[in-house]
T-cell receptor, first 112, second 117 residues
């Protein structure tokens, strides 16, 4: 089964810098890769989805890349703000199964 | 955007009682709903997938008689934790999709914190 690996250590950065979070998957190349934001005590919120035939996707200050050779996705937040502090979850799903597999998430802390 | 609500947001109950959690899709029809539980600093653990009008599909290790799921309409799914025990204390989150239109993203509810004394 698919295994999703995200850095368990919190990422601390200064306001205004670009935050980069990593998601690695171990087995098959997923048809879809998604990123979610989760605040403490709340359900995840969908941010971006990227397909296996897409290299990069952007939405406002967010950018996601998808490298099927490295089996990796990078999630970037440019001009980061303290309000961006949260846990970011990566999830993959195949074309045949619509049920995603979630990583444990990486905590991002943006210091003012 | 698609909105999913959950009720209650927090519940405390005595051991042995049953607790029902509702999950509603407010502005779209959810052909499929998912139920997850999440422990502190852990990933979402899928418990079951429910399709409207049919029986839920449970993940391995999840007791279907313990966690009763009903998906009677395209906007409502319920999870009932029967004869709850302290080890059932957790954060339960539902999510919903419209397989006819969505592009694999899921829309999550805000979660329900269950504490069993």
């Amino acid at each position: 089964s698919q295994k999703i690996e995200q850095n368990s250590e919190a990422l601390n950065i200064q306001e205004g810098k670009t935050a980069t979070l990593t998601c690695n998957y171990t087995n098959y190349s997923p048809a879809y890769l998604q990123w979610y934001r989760q605040d403490p005590g709340r359900g995840p919120v969908f941010l971006l989805l990227i397909r296996e035939n897409e290299k990069e996707k952007r939405k406002e200050r967010l950018k996601v890349t998808f490298d099927t050779t490295l089996k990796q996705s990078l999630f970037h937040i440019t001009a980061s703000q303290p309000a961006d502090s949260a846990t970011y979850l990566c999830a993959t799903s195949s074309g045949g199964s619509y049920i995603p597999t979630f990583g444990r998430g990486t905590s991002l802390i943006v210091h003012p | 955007g698609a909105v999913v609500s959950q009720h209650p947001s927090r519940v405390i109950c005595k051991s042995g009682t049953s607790v029902k959690i509702e999950c509603r899709s407010l502005d779209f029809q959810a052909t499929t709903m998912f139920w997850y539980r999440q422990f502190p600093k852990k990933s979402l653990m899928l418990m079951a997938t429910s399709n409207e009008g049919s029986k839920a599909t449970y993940e391995q290790g999840v007791e279907k008689d313990k966690f009763l799921i009903n998906h009677a309409s395209l906007t409502l799914s319920t999870l009932t934790v029967t004869s709850a025990h302290p080890e059932d204390s957790s954060f339960y989150i539902c999510s919903a999709r419209d397989l006819r239109t969505s592009d694999h993203e899921q829309f999550f509810g805000p979660g329900t914190r269950l504490t069993v004394l």
